[in-house]
């Protein structure tokens, strides 16, 4: 069955500290793979978005990798800061399946960052 | 202007009751979105407008009914919810249905009592 995991639901760090948060999936072949912040009764806000040919993505203190051989995208924040505490979501796009451009949403990592 | 606007913020409504929800956005994008979010859930989505004509409705009850007036509006139509529809109502809009990022507005807070 086709299935979308975020390594876990909550995670605890430290200012300063890289966040990496992980986004797997199986039976899925996405063209692209997109990242979203969704802060507590808030829409999610488009952060990154990297395609199937692309190995890595970054914005500022922000960098995604997609490897499609391990099913796998790691999306990192470095030197973290409080304000980035929400939850973060991976996307992934169906275009290359029957589905046209729909996009399906992992479950969420909560990410808090700690003074 | 990059803003997806929602209306209203927050809806109690019975069940008998006949309410919409309202979503603009003047960024001159085609494709727009209703995505239903339950507590400590992902976004799922219920329906996909492209050009102003329904391509997807993900088997969503009639309940709920969509309609696209014009390429910034998009309306969803309630009509005998259950207490199990109350969630966060999501509109988003793209460039294009595809290869696009996903512009989201605040959300509807629905309770059906």
């Known amino acids: 069955s086709q299935k979308i995991e975020q390594n876990s639901e909550a995670l605890n760090i430290q200012e300063g500290k890289t966040a990496t948060l992980t986004c797997n999936y199986t039976n899925y072949s996405p063209a692209y793979l997109q990242w979203y912040r969704q802060d507590p009764g808030r829409g999610p806000v488009f952060l990154l978005l990297i395609r199937e040919n692309e190995k890595e993505k970054r914005k500022e203190r922000l960098k995604v990798t997609f490897d499609t051989t391990l099913k796998q995208s790691l999306f990192h924040i470095t030197a973290s800061q409080p304000a980035d505490s929400a939850t973060y979501l991976c996307?992934?796009?169906?275009?290359?399946?029957?589905?046209?451009?729909?996009?399906?949403f992992g479950q969420g990592t909560e990410l808090s960052v700690k003074p | 202007d990059t803003e997806v606007t929602q209306t209203p913020k927050h809806l109690v409504m019975g069940m008998t009751n006949k309410k919409s929800l309202k979503c603009e956005q003047h960024?001159?994008?085609?494709?727009m979105y209703w995505y239903k979010q339950k507590a400590k859930k992902p976004p799922e989505l219920m329906f996909v407008y492209s050009y102003e004509k329904l391509s997807i409705n993900e088997s969503v009850p009639s309940r709920f009914s969509p309609e696209c007036p014009n390429s910034s509006l998009l309306n969803l139509h309630l009509h005998a919810l259950q207490p199990e529809d109350s969630a966060l109502y999501l509109c988003a809009s793209s460039q294009e249905f595809g290869t696009y990022e996903q512009y989201f507005g605040p959300g509807t807070r629905l309770t059906v009592t």
């Open positions: 960024m001159g994008h085609r494709a």
């Open positions: 996307a992934l796009d169906l275009s290359l399946e029957a589905q046209g451009g729909k996009l399906i």
